[in-house]
């Protein structure tokens, strides 16, 4: 991932900066989502093409950190991946909503 | 006469100064200081490219992706609803510059307005009504004595 010419500028004035949490956060479950889709053998267009999306760039879009699973789809994600949809659902709030999710279950290792 | 077929040059690979340019152009009030708006790219498995328009601190989420796979571009938004694709960069620019929620930008700009035209009225015509006051207040004794 690389980011623009003029927002190196912008970066070097804001070093040492941390990058804000909740982005870490997304990049860490998408991180994670893209071990799981490998774990189940599928590749970013059979995804897309299983939950429907005429595009895999979606697939992407959440996997490199950007955009979070959406609640309508999170059910279907679960399931292509062989995931119990509860559990998915679970460490997917881990990082998306890790104060809801401490409120709920608990301090837990990720 | 002969034609000669020229293959289609295929546009693939990271994305160009045009391609970039093209984009950024048409964000540039989305993107503009103050907004909190930054963008970055990456790319799918594939090695398609990617440009993500982010949203403010602290959330940072996706707000827009522009993706080109084998020569067409994609516009989808954050949740990853398509909003539009063709293989003219400038139209999808122009969609995309449509789909940047603006409602915010619009709002800070009519609040300083509101803020600016409040300031130079209260200015300009404070100093009256306070004299107003003041020639009421010495002329309602008067008044009132020839009631």
């Known amino acids: 991932m690389k980011r623009g010419k003029h927002q190196d500028v912008f970066a070097e004035r804001a070093a040492g900066k941390a990058v804000p949490e909740a982005k870490q956060l997304r990049k860490l479950a998408g991180d994670w989502l893209k071990q799981r889709r490998a774990d189940a053998e599928l590749s970013q267009a059979d995804l897309a093409a299983r939950l429907g999306l005429k595009y895999y760039t979606f697939i992407s879009q959440v996997e490199n950190g950007f955009s979070r699973v959406p609640t309508e789809i999170m059910g279907a994600w679960a399931s292509e991946l062989g995931i119990e949809q509860s559990a998915f659902a679970r460490h997917l709030l881990m990082y998306y909503e890790p104060e809801l999710h401490r409120l709920l279950f608990g301090a837990e290792t990720k | ?147």
């Open chain 2, 1 to 147: 006469m002969s034609v000669v077929a020229f293959e289609r040059k295929q546009n693939t690979g990271e994305w160009s100064e045009r391609e970039l340019s093209t984009i950024l152009a048409a964000l540039s009030a989305a993107t503009a200081p103050g907004t909190g708006r930054e963008w970055e790219t990456g790319t799918t498995e594939k090695g398609d490219v990617q440009f993500y328009l982010l949203g403010s601190l602290p959330d940072q989420a996706c707000e827009l992706c522009v993706s080109r796979i084998g020569g067409r571009y994609i516009l989808e938004d954050g949740l990853g609803r398509l909003l539009f694709e063709h293989r003219n960069l400038d139209l999808v620019a122009l969609h995309a510059k449509a789909a940047v929620p603006s409602t915010s930008w619009l709002m800070v700009r009519a609040i300083t307005l509101w803020c600016a035209v409040r300031s130079a009225f209260h200015e300009k015509a404070e100093p009256w009504l306070v004299e107003g006051e003041e020639l009421f207040v010495q002329f309602v004794p008067q008044l009132a004595a020839f009631a």
